[in-house]
């Protein structure tokens, strides 16, 4: 029993991203035979911090993805969570509506959102009355493109924050918040000073979840206009590089193994802070 997924996840998830690391440092280009592969050393790493454009807005596009997960979704996702954890009426109706997006694929919720931001026919351009050249492109637009998807995408993630926080409320001992208002804390009061730290495991788990959610955010940008025009990703050019024209395996490997390691000190953080809690 646990043979079978020990070789399953070897086989699809560390001897891939293994693979990754190792090619990296080569100039393969994913055609031939793979003893015609050349080792370059740094070489990769060198021309994607220094002599590759794309890499510096890509890298502040992802940074930007983090910032404004954490300050949008994130709260929202917190402010929804505290009040369907006050059972209103119709709280489950509400949990169903808000977690509808997160079962949708962000390729799924690029494709909705189209049809919102579209130049001719969007619903938003409707709504605003703008009419000829007036008109807003939202994904068109380099300038104002990441933003209009970075809405769309945290719709996504609002819902997927709240059910964490929801789950991590409903968890909490009764008998805190019995003691806390006994001492006459008001509802901020008692949120902030004993049920927030309390929830100090959930906050690491969405702290994880969010930095990788920003890193590996692809689909909807890809499905919209392949990455360029204003919406470069690092898993948009690695994309690009390793299954584009250019079929840059080495150098796509490179460019991807960057994201693992800039993932894997988070994902150390919440290892080590579970393991604590084991113990």
Known sequence: ?????????????????????????TDWNGIGNLSEINFVGWQNYEDATTNYPPFGPAIRHNVLWLVVFFVGPTLLGVILAVMLDRELRGS?????????PVVLSLALVGFIWQLIYSRDQGLLNEVLGLEGGARIDFFGNPDIN??????????????YIMLLYLAGLKAVDPALREAAAVDGAGEV???????????????????????????????????INKGRNGLELISTLVTQNVI????????GSALATIMIAISTVFIVIYLIQVMREQK
């Open 146 to 159: 990441l933003w209009a998807v970075l809405v769309a995408a945290g719709w996504r993630h609002t819902g």
């Open 189 to 223: 009061r008692t949120f902030l000073r004993v049920i927030w730290p309390v929830m100090r495991p959930v906050n690491i788990v969405i702290l994880v979840i969010t930095v990788i959610e920003s890193l590996r955010a692809f689909d909807i940008a890809w499905v």
């Open 244 to 251: 584009g024209e250019a079929s840059r395996v080495g150098f």
């Open 92 to 100: 489950r109706i509400y949990q169903s509506i808000f977690f509808m």
């Open 1 to 25: 029993m646990v043979a079978v997924p020990t070789v399953v996840v070897v086989g699809l998830v560390w001897g891939p991203a293994l693979a990754t690391v190792l090619l990296s440092f």
